[in-house]
């Protein structure tokens, strides 16, 4: 049973250019979550999605960034008009349905790099 | 909002020792809390997970402790090993929103 994927595993773009990110659940999985880690800081909370509904997205920045986990293909966390800041390691977690015990299972993350 | 601490941020013990890693939260009330182990560049592992009302998990050489009304979880990694380097990140969840601590990274000399 192959692990939660994500690609690319690195990622430059220039300021003011886009960058998708991707990760695909564990089989089985219908949860998906994204965290990002800005460099010397802790891992924070951007959104929790189910296939096709966003159900929190407190996390995330009000412009800029979105997120969709579409019926059928990965999980797509998109930055529009990156900006240095963006930097930072993104990684993505997935849970099966809700058994009572919510275990998060995290891909090996991508990094960008804006330039 | 949930914050949680981890303490010491460093840790740099002889091969052999028994490795003590603290973390803290609080808002006791948690859904779970997990351990996770994250090497330099790479994703995280998830070590061990502790429902609310459990006491303690076990997995080999590490066991883990909760003591949710004081807001603690104790991971002890006995017999450590070179192997063992890493940082070591306690996360809680509130229901399915996970708040790290800002780890422990320990380092074992051979």
């Known amino acids: 049973n192959a692990g939660v994927m994500q690609n690319p595993r690195h990622l430059v773009r220039r300021r003011g250019q886009e960058a998708r990110l991707r990760c695909s659940p564990m089989k089985g999985h219908s949860h998906v979550y994204w965290y990002r880690q800005l460099p010397e800081e802790g891992l924070k909370f951007m959104v929790y999605l189910q296939k096709e509904n966003i159900i929190d997205e407190s996390g995330m920045p009000k412009e800029r960034f979105s997120a969709e986990f579409p019926k059928e293909g990965p999980s797509i966390l998109r930055i529009q008009q990156v900006v240095r800041g963006d930097s930072a390691a993104y990684f993505c977690?997935?849970?099966?349905?809700?058994?009572?015990?919510?275990?998060?299972?995290f891909g090996p993350g991508t990094r960008l790099t804006v330039l | 909002k949930q914050e949680v601490t981890q303490i010491p941020a460093a840790l740099s013990v002889p091969e052999g020792e028994n490795l003590v890693l603290n973390c803290s939260f609080t808002?006791?009330?948690?859904?779970?809390l997990q351990w996770f182990r994250q090497d330099p560049g790479k994703g995280l592992t998830s070590l061990l997970l502790i429902q609310s009302s459990q006491r303690e998990q076990t997995s080999g050489r590490l066991n883990a402790s909760l003591d949710k009304s004081s807001g603690r979880s104790t991971l002890y990694i006995a017999a450590s090993q070179p192997g063992d380097s890493a940082t070591y990140l306690c996360a809680v969840t509130d229901d399915y929103k996970l708040s790290f601590g800002a780890g422990t990274t320990v380092t074992v000399r051979a």
């Open positions: 808002d006791s009330a948690i859904y779970n």
């Open positions: 977690a997935s849970s099966p349905p809700r058994t009572g015990v919510n275990e998060q299972f």
